[in-house]
Nanobody
Framework: QLPLVDSGGGLVQSGGSLKLSCVTP????????IGWFRQAPGKEREGVSC????????NYADSVKGRFTISRDNAKNTVYLQMNSLKPEDTAIYYC??????????????????WGQGTQVTVSS
């Protein structure tokens, strides 16, 4: 098991920013690709962004390109999702996920082995 703890969600006004974190205490993430997913009420889960284990490859959903930035600090076993220019339609529970991989990732790939508990992001209009 790879415990993932995601955090950083909250309530923000439209146009605001939040930074989500995904950390795995006591384990190293440097051989794991990390994805961020979200699920809004009544909607299917969707991929938001992902980053390869070495951090050299990133991928974003069209809906967040130019607004969200994924990054990682393997020394801190942490992956971040910086979310700027937030919109009400970004409101969802956000989950980070991990799988062992040394290859580039795709935001359309939902197959991850380990998942965080989720953090709520609410954007008011």
């Amino acid at each position: 098991q790879l415990p993932l703890v995601d955090s950083g969600g909250g309530l923000v006004q439209s146009g605001g920013s939040l930074k989500l974190s995904c950390v795995t205490p006591a384990y190293t993430l440097d051989t794991y690709a990390i994805g961020w997913f979200r699920q809004a009420p009544g909607k299917e889960r969707e991929g938001v962004s992902c980053i390869s284990s070495g951090g050299t490859s990133t991928n974003y959903a069209d809906s967040v390109k130019g607004r969200f930035t994924i990054s990682r600090d393997n020394a801190k076993n942490t992956v971040y999702l910086q979310m700027n220019s937030l919109k009400p339609e970004d409101t969802a529970i956000y989950y980070c996920a991990a799988r062992w991989s040394l290859y580039p990732c795709s935001v359309n790939d939902p197959y991850y082995d380990y998942w965080g508990q989720g953090t709520q992001v609410t954007v008011s209009s």
